[in-house]
């Protein structure tokens, strides 16, 4: 059974630091892929970084392009993601995320606020 667990969310001013925690089992986790997706209130669910089976490829969304940081632990089968300089518009609930065999595997997702 595939599991993804987020953790690590909360209230931030602008301008402060996060930084998110994804806990995976039920699959070959040194072998995938994973990505962060977030998602605002009234907006789609949009990508923001993901991630290359052993770590050597990361991608990052215009949007949170050196202000974020993507990594992953394939000994203890985590992936975070270091947000800092977070601004307003950042604010989401995030998921991880992780295709296999093209079926995509959602976590329950962790709430991001930043705000005054």
């Known amino acids: 059974q595939v599991t993804l667990v987020e953790s690590g969310g909360g209230l931030v001013q602008p301008g402060g630091s996060l930084r998110l925690s994804c806990a995976a089992s039920?699959?070959?986790?040194?072998?995938?892929?994973l990505t962060w997706y977030r998602q605002a209130p009234g907006k789609e669910r949009e990508l923001v970084a993901r991630?290359?089976?052993?770590?050597?490829?990361?991608d990052y969304a215009d949007s949170v392009k050196d202000r974020f940081t993507i990594s992953r632990d394939n000994t203890k089968k985590t992936m975070s993601l270091q947000m800092n300089n977070l601004l307003p518009e950042d604010t989401a609930v995030y998921y991880c995320?992780?295709?296999?065999?093209?079926?995509?595997?959602w976590g329950q997702g962790t709430q991001v606020t930043v705000s005054t």
């Open positions: 039920g699959f070959s986790f040194s072998l995938t892929g």
């Open positions: 995320q992780v295709s296999l065999r093209r079926i995509p595997y």
């Open positions: 991630i290359s089976s052993d770590g050597g490829t990361r």
